[in-house]
Nanobody, 124 residues
Framework: QVHLVESGGGLVQAGGSLRLSCTGS????????KAWFRQAPGKERNLVAA????????YYADSVKGRFTISRDNAKNTVYLQMNSLKPKDTAVYYC?????????????????WGQGTQVTVSS
């Protein structure tokens, strides 16, 4: 059985911070590329950040650069998304995803496994 379980979402005021966590189990190997996507109401799902097993290669969407940090603890098979200086436009359902590819991918179709999503709401 495959699992990606997210936690850490919630309601926060603009300028605040949240930390999302996502733990993998089952077929989700700690070596997989891990990423966070988000989907705002009425909009398509977009990649927010991604990183490889070593953490040497990362990707950030322009809209979150300098505010969000993706990291991972391979021993715990967990990926994190530290979100600072949050803005109302960051409001979305955030999804953790894992890809069995070795190299970093920004293509949603290359992510094989998905979490159930966690709501992040930023009030103005």
């Amino acid at each position: 059985q495959v699992h990606l379980v997210e936690s850490g979402g919630g309601l926060v005021q603009a300028g605040g911070s949240l930390r999302l966590s996502c733990t993998g189990s089952g077929r989700i190997r700690s070596s997989y590329v891990k990423a966070w996507f988000r989907q705002a109401p009425g909009k398509e799902r977009n990649l927010v950040a991604a990183l490889t097993w070593s953490g040497d290669n990362t990707y950030y969407a322009d809209s979150v650069k300098g505010r969000f940090t993706i990291s991972r603890d391979n021993a715990k098979n967990t990926v994190y998304l530290q979100m600072n200086s949050l803005k109302p436009k960051d409001t979305a359902v955030y999804y953790c995803a894992a890809s069995s590819t070795v190299t970093l991918s920004i293509v949603e179709l290359e992510y094989d496994y998905w979490g159930q999503g966690t709501q992040v709401t930023v009030s103005s």
